[in-house]
């Protein structure tokens, strides 16, 4: 009995102060809020002033900004959702009396939910909270506003002073859960393939001999990462450079260094990628850009990973994307069925994959019986030889023989140094280049095109959305020459190793070493929007009468009209008249924990 008064007592005494405390804002009166704070607690009514400040950071903000904005709405949604489900009717507590409550204050209709805890706050704070784990400074110039909603509540006599603490606790409780469930779902994500580990990598326990590329424009660079590697390991030489002298840099860092690490998203690391290819080292990844697909397919969920792999000598190697332009390809007549391929035997004392740049490869004779390939089975039980040529589409064929190395030039996975050489060309100068995740024709380049042409004047997110009202509304599809067949299509990709779904949409690859080129066609013809669209819906198909989907190691493309654009790993350029696209496998070492 002692103790149920005791808790009665601690009740009511907390209920007093909670009516005091806000008598005490009733009371009080501050010409400039009369009107201000009203007008601020209703803009926040149904999350529609968050709603609005988030459109703003991702429309106008660069890509850090708007991933904390995309945290900070999800932050907000799970708050909104544990107050109006759990929070209101748990804790069924009255609104507070009017009384003493300027009638200017008071809202014009009456809120009938229950008044513990306060929504309002609990939006306000998850929302902050949100966006201040992934943007410190754009959390502390949203915070005030957040305050200055939830003091609204009191000020305008819909909730008592702890109903708005209680909001504003789980508010931030919502940000920190968010950002733990994020974190989870990309260490599910990045969960290592099967590569084949690469023998003799340097382990170097305090960063000795590695130098880090930080690419200062990066999508998420920040000095968390910075920070991890340099207390994981403190001799590494770090270099912060952005714009057009990051190529250069990489080029000096690779020959200088023993292992070159980058720091950047997924076309930074093909700049670094190539850098390493030439000079023969390994690669280092330390993800920072805005989505990092190489890194999670690679299996690396964060700095730590790349650190303790390189402090331990550990490492795999990947297969490479490569695209070579070909001036002397000729189309093959309508019908004809292009010779098969076999690769050349590497030239004596040569090791390393062969140069991106140059004239194509010429096919040697067909070896007949004596080539012994199996047949590489595509997404959904169709098979694609891997030898001989593989039907692209109603009939056409691309020859997919082996990785066919350059005269010269030892097969990619030779146990060589690895070392290109000098005068090989590198990605995005016009001569061939690299990709370790995708290569594409079609609206996909056309919409890369227009938002880079856009943001610098209006910002990013406006940039995307007018890049994908011109693409689908004026957009032709591009024709192409595909292993010597006329091709008309919306969209041409070519994936480093297979991806997840056979629609025109791929998500992952479950590893990096396979050395197939994963080839999605969307056929031209009517509109791109209803094209794709049919295509993604016949996503597990491997074929439909909107798309096709197989796998090759080798594609000739040619025919290609002037100007086209084609991009690789988020980077734009613009196509020569032929290319040949083929895989190096095994061509590449990056440091990653086994």
């Known amino acids: 009995m002692a103790d149920r008064d005791q808790q ?3 009740r009511g005494t907390a209920a007093q102060w909670d009516r005091r ?8 009166h501050w010409p400039a809020a009369e009107r201000a704070l009203p007008a601020l607690g209703q803009a926040a009514n149904h999350g529609v002033l968050w709603g609005g400040v988030g459109a703003a950071l991702t429309a106008f903000g660069p890509p850090r900004t708007r991933k904390a904005a995309l945290r900070a709405a999800a932050s907000l949604a799970l708050a909104s959702a544990t107050v109006n489900t759990v929070g209101k009717w748990t804790v069924r507590r009255p609104r507070p009396l009017l009384e003493g409550v300027p009638l200017v204050r008071q809202p014009a209709v009456p809120p009938w939910t229950t008044s513990f805890p306060s929504g309002h706050s609990a939006s306000a704070f998850a929302f902050t909270v949100g966006l201040a784990l992934e943007s410190p400074v754009w959390g502390a110039v949203v915070a005030p506003l957040a305050a200055a909603v939830a003091f609204s509540r009191v000020y305008t006599g819909v909730h008592y002073p702890s109903d708005v ?7 931030v409780a919502a940000g920190f859960a968010v950002r733990g469930l994020a974190r989870r779902a990309q260490q599910a994500r990045a969960v290592p393939g ?12 305090d960063g000795d001999g590695l130098t880090v590329v930080v690419n200062t424009g990066a999508g998420t660079v920040g000095a968390d990462v910075l920070g991890v590697l340099r207390e994981r390991l403190p001799r590494a030489e770090v270099v912060e450079c952005g714009g057009d002298a990051l190529e250069e840099e990489l080029a000096a860092a690779a ?13 930074t690391v093909n700049a670094a990628a190539t850098a390493a290819l030439r000079a023969g080292v390994p690669l280092a990844v330390f993800p920072g850009g805005t989505l990092n697909h190489f890194a999670l397919d690679l299996g690396l969920s964060g700095p730590q990973d790349t650190c303790r792999a390189v402090a331990e000598g550990q490492a795999v190697r990947v297969a490479v994307g490569r695209f070579t332009p070909a001036p002397g390809l000729r189309a093959a007549p309508a019908g004809a069925r292009p010779p098969s391929a076999a690769p050349r035997p590497p030239a004596t004392g040569a090791s390393g994959p062969p140069p991106a740049g140059g004239a194509a490869p010429t096919p040697a004779p067909d070896p007949g019986p004596a080539r012994a390939a199996a047949p590489a089975p595509a997404s959904g039980g169709v098979s694609a030889s891997v030898s001989g040529p593989v039907p692209v589409s109603g009939g056409a064929s691309a020859s997919v023989s082996g990785a066919a190395p350059a005269s010269g030039a030892a097969s990619a996975c030779g146990s060589g140094s690895g070392r290109v050489p000098a005068d090989a060309p590198g990605g995005g100068r016009g001569e061939g280049g690299y990709f370790l995740n995708t290569f594409s024709f079609g609206v996909y380049p056309e919409l890369l095109r227009h938002r880079l042409r856009w943001a610098p004047r209006i910002g990013g997110g406006p940039a995307a959305l007018l890049a994908a009202w011109r693409v689908l509304r004026a957009e032709r599809p591009v024709r192409l020459t595909l292993a010597g067949r006329p091709r008309s299509a919306w969209l041409l990709f070519a994936g480093n190793g297979t991806y997840h779904g056979s629609g025109p949409t791929p998500r992952r690859r479950d590893g990096l070493g396979e050395g ?10 009517g509109r791109p929007g209803p094209r794709l669209l049919a295509a993604a819906l016949a996503g597990p198909l491997t074929r439909s009468p909107a798309h096709v989907a197989i796998r090759v190691r080798r594609l000739h493309i040619s025919d290609i009209p002037p100007g086209t654009p084609f991009a690789y790993d988020g980077e734009y350029a613009q196509a020569p008249s032929a290319l040949v696209l083929d895989t ?4 590449l070492p990056v440091y990653r924990p086994r």
Do not use: I, M, Q
Not at 165 to 171: I, N, P, Q, Y
Not at 257 to 263: D, K, R, S, T
Not at 584 to 587: E, K, N, W
């Open 8 to 10: 009665l007592t601690w």
């Open 584 to 587: 190096l496998p095994d061509a």
């Open 516 to 525: 197939l080129l994963d080839l999605r066609l969307v056929h031209g013809g």
């Open 255 to 267: 020959d200088r260094a023993a292992v070159l690490g980058v720091c950047g998203g997924d076309g």
């Open 165 to 171: 603490a209680a909001g504003a606790l789980l508010g």
């Open 21 to 28: 405390l806000f008598d005490a804002v009733a009371r009080r």
């Open 194 to 205: 099967d590569e084949r580990p690469a023998a003799g990598v340097p382990a170097l326990p």
